[in-house]
């Protein structure tokens, strides 16, 4: 990646006020002093450098709310600087460009299998990077940061948590190595916890602020927001439902354990059971075309991991009490044919919770479609601006603030 000069990069302060800016729309310059703690003229001689460097922008005036001196709305400008969001998924790698608000500009995928060596595949993620940025046109010095999903919980703002479901990936400093690499400031998170925050913010669950985020890919990830904050947990493993058992004696997971709801809703799990009518030619894509075209085995299928996944996220909503689930991936990319899989989890949702629990919970399909989670890893860099270290226990506090 080609060398970003000091110059080019807002100071932590500067990121701070940025980050009030957009968190804040059309706020005042003492708006942004209250929200970051800095003095009102530290703040004042900020915005005056942001303004000259393109970043902010002045929105007109404001009448006062009690009889003072009107004030000044501030805005990002429409090209205030950019962020980069990257999904690193078990069989593909996508990553995003986009504004500080979170609307994509580009975007690039590549197959690529990160259950190998770290170095090779994170050496990839730095190339593709600078590619993506190469062909938007985009100035690299107006890229501010970079978020990761990873299929794993998160330790810190950088590694994973241990035992990682990736191979070999254990302990790997991620965001280090990635930083290093492009000269900029770089946070991990969750894939499913961060596709979460994406169908919040940006999609399916835009002005609901209690929902479950399903993620229906190779495996099975969820994520919480509750209370309009994203939930994560002591450990980053709050919503781990690919994980809960519903088969005792069912088969074994890759976890080591047995009966885990993705060793029968997964991606993985689906093409499995399809190959033994189907052969080794079996994949995702058939399957839904199958369903598309009416077919009662592959219509069967989708029914049946629908129940399985209804019936295991009753815990989980009586327990949240949410207003929406929201189910994203793979299984969920055509709206035809995944219609069979989200009716079969209302109803089995509605049939297992008890009596007292919330009845009026709506099980719908995610809008960001696969990019979801690339672009949470963006609202992660976004919602980092202002410095700091994410950690599992401390996301909750960082989408609050956005």
């Known amino acids: 990646m080609s060398e970003r000069g000091d110059e080019t990069l807002p100071s932590r302060n500067g990121r701070a006020v940025l980050e009030a800016v957009r968190s804040r729309p059309?706020?005042?310059?003492?708006?942004?002093?209250?929200?970051?703690?800095?003095?009102?003229?530290?703040?004042?001689?900020?915005?005056?450098?942001?303004?000259?460097?393109?970043?902010?922008?002045?929105?007109?005036?404001?009448?006062?709310?009690?009889?003072?001196?009107?004030?000044?709305?501030?805005?990002?400008?429409?090209?205030?600087?950019?962020?980069?969001?990257?999904?690193?998924?078990?069989?593909?790698?996508?990553?995003?460009?986009?504004?500080?608000?979170?609307?994509?500009?580009?975007?690039?995928?590549?197959?690529?299998?990160?259950?190998?060596?770290?170095?090779?595949?994170?050496?990839?993620?730095?190339?593709?990077?600078?590619?993506?940025?190469?062909?938007?046109?985009?100035?690299?010095?107006?890229?501010?940061?970079?978020?990761?999903?990873?299929?794993?919980?998160?330790?810190?703002?950088?590694?994973?948590?241990?035992?990682?479901?990736?191979?070999?990936?254990?302990?790997?400093?991620?965001?280090?190595?990635?930083?290093?690499?492009?000269?900029?400031?770089?946070?991990?998170?969750?894939?499913?916890?961060?596709?979460?925050?994406?169908?919040?913010?940006?999609?399916?669950?835009?002005?609901?602020?209690?929902?479950?985020y399903v993620m229906l890919g190779e495996g099975v990830g969820s994520g919480l927001v509750l209370g309009g904050r994203l939930h994560t947990g002591a450990a980053g493993m709050a919503g781990e439902l690919g994980h809960l058992s519903v088969v005792p004696d069912g088969r074994i997971c890759r976890c080591g354990a047995r009966g885990c709801l993705e060793t029968l809703v997964s991606k993985r799990a689906l093409v499995s059971a399809l190959a033994h009518t189907l052969g080794p030619a079996a994949t995702v894509e058939s399957l839904l075309d199958f369903a598309d075209a009416g077919d009662r085995g592959a219509l069967r299928l989708l029914t049946d991991a629908g129940q399985v996944l209804g019936t295991a996220l009753a815990g989980v909503c009586t327990i949240t009490d949410p207003r929406l689930v929201v189910v994203g991936g793979d299984l969920t990319a055509r709206p035809e044919s995944s219609d069979a899989l989200l009716a079969a989890a209302s109803r089995a949702l509605d049939s297992a919770l008890p009596p007292v629990a919330n009845h009026d919970i709506r099980v719908v399909r995610a809008q960001l479609g696969p990019r979801a989670e690339a672009l949470g890893a963006a609202l992660l860099a976004a919602s980092r601006l202002g410095g700091g270290v994410v950690g599992s226990a401390e996301v909750a506090q960082v989408a609050d603030a956005m």
């Open 26 to 212: 059309r706020c005042s310059r003492a708006d942004v002093a209250r929200a970051t703690g800095l003095s009102t003229s530290a703040v004042s001689a900020l915005v005056s450098s942001l303004i000259a460097a393109g970043l902010l922008v002045e929105l007109g005036t404001r009448p006062a709310t009690s009889g003072g001196r009107p004030s000044v709305s501030l805005g990002l400008a429409p090209r205030a600087g950019a962020l980069i969001g990257i999904h690193l998924g078990h069989a593909d790698l996508r990553v995003v460009l986009t504004s500080l608000d979170g609307t994509l500009i580009a975007e690039q995928r590549h197959v690529l299998d990160v259950d190998h060596e770290p170095t090779e595949s994170l050496d990839r993620v730095a190339r593709s990077t600078t590619d993506l940025v190469a062909s938007a046109d985009t100035d690299l010095g107006r890229v501010l940061g970079v978020g990761v999903a990873v299929s794993a919980p998160v330790v810190g703002s950088r590694q994973l948590g241990s035992p990682p479901m990736l191979l070999d990936w254990g302990g790997v400093d991620i965001g280090g190595i990635l930083a290093e690499r492009t000269g900029l400031p770089v946070h991990l998170g969750n894939d499913a916890s961060l596709g979460a925050l994406a169908e919040w913010r940006l999609g399916a669950g835009a002005g609901v602020d209690d929902l479950v």
